[in-house]
């Protein structure tokens, strides 16, 4: 049987991590004190062992280093020519500040995000999806509450649990996080609206956590659009009211401009003009009201709008599904954020590859593939954009043997 047409002399996983820049993350590493006191355990191959652990989806820190016995030849190709104990990773967890690891993820974003932007085989966007920015945030569940404060208790056992909330803002036309704030489940959403942050002509999508009418103002003035959903218990006076119908006689959208006033703890009244658009979401049969400062856009686009918040929700779907974040290497507020940290800079890095790929693959199943065959030396892009041809070979080959030769 001929050779595979997709050997390469390198695990597949050495092709992953060539595209971080070594000397650069030794160097963030330096520059924000991650190397004192080390010899061989560096920020290079912490993050490594990591990225490793984190996209075979490994559970414990035992089966981390038992994994790294069996792929002792193979890890020689990045550079890792020593033994890792559990303590050693642990330790590392504990010591080297996670402030390193989100300089590093940072670094990455600005480096590759024009990448996940340029997308020939993406559909026709409208105009202003390259201005929306999403702001959503998701829990992840600690067993202990002694670290991050959880909200609400065990139905059951009554115990309370911890939880470290992501707070996160993406952009549509990327779909990886673009700021990333980390805090106890128990912290309100709203600090994370910066009006300071966003420029004139922006678009934010939030859920209606986030209602502050002071920073909503503060939008306003600035030029920058918000689109969320109105909380029932909003006071305001109408100013205009104007429903449309149907063919059928049946109500399709109201839109009613209104003002909110409200005092701050100064004792300043602030008064903001918004709008509301309901309309009737046809798959949940119900009415759905949208608060806008937009006064003048088509009411199908603000529902467009926030229809595109969904891409959030679905980016934590992607994340918490192929990553381990249901047990934790370490137990240290530094050690669960850097496990965090690392499984974004794994997100990325998948997310970056899988744009660079001819075939359309599905994030999970990519994951998935890319986790089973990270230590096989098979050349990425070869056989990723065509998985089949070395079976196709064989069965050539075997419908067309070579002539025999004969003695007589």
């Known amino acids: 049987m001929s050779k595979s047409k997709h050997f390469i002399g390198q695990p597949l996983y050495s092709q992953v991590i060539k595209l971080l820049d070594k000397s650069k993350i030794l160097q963030i590493s330096q520059d924000l004190g991650g190397e004192h006191y080390t010899k061989h355990f560096n920020v290079w191959v912490h993050l490594t062992v990591m990225l490793y652990a984190v996209i075979k989806r490994f559970d414990s820190l035992r089966e981390i280093t038992t994994s790294l016995l069996a792929d002792t030849r193979k890890l020689a190709h990045i550079g890792i020519r020593f033994k890792i104990s559990r303590s050693t990773l642990a330790d590392a967890n504990k010591r080297r500040p996670e402030a390193i690891f989100e300089a590093i993820y940072r670094d990455l974003y600005a480096k590759y995000r024009h990448e996940l932007i340029s997308d020939s085989r993406r559909l026709k ?11 959503d945030s998701t829990t992840i569940t600690l067993f202990s509450n002694l670290i991050f404060k959880g909200v609400g208790r065990h139905p059951k056992s009554g115990k309370k649990k ?8 993406i952009h549509a036309n990327e779909g990886v996080p673009s700021d990333i704030k980390f805090t106890s489940a128990a ?4 600090f994370m609206l910066k009006p300071s942050h966003l420029s004139k002509g922006d678009i934010i999508a ?6 502050d009418y002071e920073k909503f103002e503060e939008l306003t003035q600035k030029g920058v659009i918000y689109v969320t959903k109105k909380k029932k218990s909003l006071n305001y006076s109408i100013i ?13 959208v109201r839109i009613q401009d209104v003002t909110f006033t409200k005092k701050t703890s100064g004792g300043e009244t602030i008064s903001h003009n918004a709008r509301i658009i309901t ?6 049969h119900k009415l759905i009201s949208l608060l806008t400062n937009d006064m003048s856009s088509d009411p199908n686009d603000i529902i467009a709008i926030y229809r595109q918040r969904w891409e959030i929700e679905l980016l934590f779907k992607q994340i918490k599904q192929n990553f381990p974040l249901k047990y934790f290497y370490g137990e240290s507020a530094n050690a669960i954020k850097i496990q965090i940290w690392v499984t974004l800079i794994a997100n990325l890095l998948l997310m970056i590859m899988q744009k660079r790929l001819e075939r359309l693959w599905s994030f999970s199943g990519l994951a998935k593939m890319i986790r089973i065959t990270l230590m096989y030396y098979v050349d990425f892009y070869s056989f990723f954009n065509n998985p089949e041809k070395d079976w196709e070979n064989m069965v050539t080959s075997d419908e067309n043997p070579p002539p025999q030769l004969t003695l007589f």
Do not use: C, F
């Not at 911890?162 to 803002?169: A, Q, Y």
């Open 240 to 252: 205009s009211d104007t429903m449309y119908q149907t063919t059928d006689g049946l109500m399709e």
């Open 206 to 211: 939030m859920d209606r956590a986030y209602i």
């Open 162 to 169: 911890g939880g470290i909330k992501v707070h996160t803002v």
């Open 187 to 190: 912290t309100n959403d709203s």
């Open 125 to 135: 966007h409208p105009k202003w999806m390259d201005r929306l920015q999403i702001i």
């Open 279 to 284: 309309h009737v979401d046809t798959k949940k």
